[in-house]
């Protein structure tokens, strides 16, 4: 019998958090710091296991809802501080994953004060947004050029000025008993979060399957292309192309599901590179095009932390090699590259060049044809899937044209627009 995938659904999380936070030294670990500090005091709270693992989980990903860079670092720089479509975005992205779907009232809620609330703190819901209303405070308030242990007196004093207005009392009070040992602001600022949060944090004897994978996938595809108009639609159609064509490829259904995962984070490491870059109107400069080469690393280095994986970040993580080396970022020759990545190779390709960029239109079928051809003839593509794709043009274009089509529906209605918070 053909063996799933499995793998742990803290590590999941923790390495596609990380990836949010990886588009400016300044936020880096933002989410999983925030994390931290909010499941310190769930735990000095005494707070049930259920409630622990929602608020740690909420943290995690509270920011989900930032698409723009820019938008992020003036919230963590407290140059803003309003209501925000990100809380919106983020509780409507974290209701599409079915087993995350109750925790999203903790992300709408995440910048909510104290004083504007109406209900009793023993709220499930209120209790959680204002725990990691305030581990969000906090984690913005280190300042991560000095020394943790300088600074944390006047972090905490901070906080407790902010009691009875922008937080409860009682959370406020859970936080100055976690802040007394050093231990934990040790943690807080140690480089290592990642690994102590992966093998004592909660979730870590927790399993998923592809039926769990799958869907954090599709949300972080959306994640990745709602960053920019441009590119919408683009890992939705990767990831039509790249399972269409496993199946006449004649892949098994695992395969096809796992194929489909890869195809969804294929640029997971996008969301590491500034959108000026990514959606500048005119050729690249040497420099810019040295970042962009950086996504396919950052989508492999990803992905390949977490246990189980591996394939997949091979599969999502190729797709800019070629076969004759001359590829980035990582130089893979015929031999490293298995017919899974040589498809993921075709379908991006195939998908980037019918889709609108700032600099040029979608081009034609023709088109699209002669570049295919010209790739496989010159040795850089793999010509049986190339031909592949060539002979089943309209079923494949068909089906990729509506998965995009749907993708753009759900991309104009609930995020090309303002968004404001209920
Ligand atoms: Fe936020
Ligand atoms: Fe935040
Ligand atoms: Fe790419």
Redesign the pocket.
């Known amino acids: 019998m053909e063996r799933g995938v499995s793998v742990n659904l803290g590590n999941f999380l923790l390495s596609l958090s990380d990836a949010m936070d990886l588009a400016s030294p300044e936020m880096a670990q933002?989410?999983q710091r925030?994390a931290f500090i909010a499941w310190e005091i769930t735990k000095t709270a005494g707070l049930s296991e259920k409630m622990t693992e929602d608020i740690f989980v909420a943290a995690l990903l509270?920011?989900i809802g930032f698409f723009r860079v820019e938008e992020k670092l003036a919230?963590?720089r407290f140059e803003r501080d309003d209501t925000s479509p990100h809380c919106t975005r983020g509780a409507f992205l974290l209701n599409q994953i079915p087993f995350l779907s109750d925790k999203s009232d903790l992300v709408r809620f995440h910048h909510r004060k104290w004083c504007s609330w109406h209900k009793p703190i023993d709220t499930p819901y209120v209790l959680g947004s204002q725990i990691i209303s305030l581990a969000?405070y906090v984690?913005?308030l280190v300042n991560r050029d000095h020394y943790i242990l300088h600074q944390h007196d006047q972090v905490i004093a901070e906080i407790v000025s902010l009691s009875g207005e922008t937080f409860h009392p009682d959370v406020v009070d859970m936080f100055v008993k976690t802040a007394r040992r050093e231990e934990f602001w040790l943690d807080l600022a140690s480089p290592r979060l990642y690994s102590i949060l992966l093998h004592t944090g909660p979730y870590k004897a927790r399993e998923i399957d592809i039926l769990g994978i799958s869907p954090i996938a599709k949300t972080f595809k959306s994640i990745i292309d709602f960053k920019s108009r441009f590119t919408s639609t683009h890992s939705t159609g990767v990831s039509a192309c790249a399972t269409k064509m496993s199946g006449i490829f004649g892949l098994t259904d695992t395969e096809i599901q796992l194929m489909g995962v890869a195809g969804d984070l294929h640029d997971l490491g996008k969301l590491a590179i500034p959108e000026r870059i990514l959606e500048k109107d005119g050729k690249l400069t040497r420099e810019e095009f040295a970042v962009i080469k950086s996504h396919t690393y950052f989508t492999y280095s990803l992905i390949n932390t977490i246990t189980g994986l591996k394939q997949i970040a091979e599969w999502a993580a190729y797709h800019h090699e070629k076969l004759d080396g001359s590829g980035y970022p990582f130089h893979c020759v015929a031999t490293e590259l298995d017919s899974k990545a040589r498809i993921m190779a075709v379908a991006d390709i195939f998908t980037a060049l019918a889709e609108d960029r700032p600099y040029r239109p979608g081009m034609s079928k023709k088109e699209v044809i002669r570049i295919l051809k010209k790739q496989a003839e010159k040795g850089l593509l793999d010509s049986r899937i190339v031909n592949l794709l060539l002979d089943n043009y309209h079923d494949i274009f068909t089906y990729v044209a509506g998965e995009q089509a749907k993708a753009s529906e759900l991309y104009v209605e609930q995020f090309n627009q303002p968004v404001s918070e209920e």
Do not use: A, G, S, W
């Open positions: 933002h989410q925030t509270h920011d919230f963590i969000d984690e913005r």
